[in-house]
């Protein structure tokens, strides 16, 4: 298939290179051309404005920072939405407030363009490799259209249900729930290694008995080795983000999200403690900080 893809930033490029490595044609658009190099060196083929992407696309995928990148990169001037066919569909992977899930949403139906959300877990690495999680919203052929490409890069592939904002709400829970478990792996951490245990210990019990999960065994690992600044790391900033995002739901829905607080709070004390661009599982050391370990 056609393929366009706009936004290259880690997970972008890894997602639009598992894209091209299966065999489609790929047309790209990121701000900063320099990130597409090595894309281009593959055959892919670079244009000035997503619009341009969605003109020549079947399907185009957008996977930027955040609402205001989205937004822009959308309905903006030379936006996916200027140049998407009738026939063609974007798929937004970004993680989004709901009111901009709404905004995408409403803003193709207007137009009468298909639209489907398809979020993702798991990191750049992931990505890399075609093992990510992948969660759908939308029309059902349309999602079921877009399976073969989704695998590309997804090794399970979820339909959340007929509304694209059903999937970003999905994803957004379940980065709380990341985000939460890291806040008890550092307190348990924290706990024991004041109590003389070495948390690597704990960490090698922890995986090898209840907790199999891979966000215990990939977080915890970079936890206990205090593995805060390698390349690629998502940073504390993207969590606290993230959080907002999903305590706004929780106004939408008139639902109470006590702990989301939590996580917020432990967020931004580390922000205040310098450590915004660092990986956010660095909330290890504000437990450890509290506990008055060193």
């Given at each position: 298939?056609?393929?366009?893809?706009?936004?290259?930033?880690?997970?972008?490029?890894?997602?639009?290179?598992?894209?091209?490595?299966?065999?489609h044609t790929l047309i790209v658009y990121n701000r900063t051309r320099s990130k597409a190099d090595d894309l281009i060196d593959q055959g892919a083929v670079f244009v000035e404005t997503p619009a341009d992407v969605a003109r020549q696309a079947e399907v185009t995928f957008s996977m930027l920072f955040d609402d205001a990148s989205t937004e822009e990169a959308t309905f903006g001037k030379d936006g996916v939405a200027t140049g998407l066919s009738q026939n063609a569909i974007h798929v937004c992977c970004s993680t989004l407030s709901l009111a901009q899930a709404r905004r995408l949403r409403d803003g193709h139906a207007e137009r009468g363009q298909t639209y489907v959300s398809a979020t993702?877990?798991?990191?750049?690495?992931?990505?890399?490799?075609?093992?990510?999680?992948?969660?759908?919203?939308?029309?059902?052929?349309?999602?079921?259209?877009?399976?073969?490409?989704?695998?590309?890069?997804?090794?399970?592939?979820?339909?959340?249900?007929?509304?694209?904002?059903?999937?970003?709400?999905v994803k957004l829970s379940l980065n709380f729930m990341i985000y939460s478990t890291i806040e008890q792996m550092a307190e348990v951490f924290a706990l024991n290694e004041k109590a003389g245990t070495d948390p690597r210990k704990i960490f090698e019990i922890m995986t090898n008995s209840?907790?199999?999960?891979?966000?215990?065994?990939?977080?915890?690992?970079?936890?206990?080795?205090?593995e805060y600044d390698h390349p690629g790391a998502?940073?504390?900033?993207?969590?606290?983000?993230?959080?907002?995002?999903?305590?706004?739901?929780?106004?939408?829905y008139d639902v109470p999200l006590p702990y989301a607080s939590v996580v917020r709070d432990r967020l931004l004390s580390a922000i205040s403690a310098g450590d915004a661009d660092r990986d956010f599982v660095?909330?290890?050391?504000?437990?450890?900080?509290?506990?008055g370990l060193k």
């Open positions: 298939m056609k393929i366009g893809f706009v936004g290259l930033g880690a997970m972008g490029h890894a997602m639009a290179e598992r894209l091209l490595k299966g065999g993702v877990l798991g990191r750049p690495p992931a990505a890399a490799a075609g093992e990510l999680f992948v969660i759908t919203g939308g029309a059902e052929e349309a999602v079921k259209h877009l399976r073969p490409l989704l695998e590309c890069f997804g090794t399970q592939i979820f339909d959340a249900g007929r509304d694209p904002v059903q999937a970003n709400l209840f907790y199999t999960a891979p966000v215990h065994k990939n977080y915890g690992k970079l936890m206990v080795e205090h998502p940073p504390v900033t993207l969590g606290l983000k993230d959080m907002k995002m999903f305590l706004e739901a929780g106004g939408d660095v909330l290890m050391e504000r437990a450890r900080q509290d506990s």
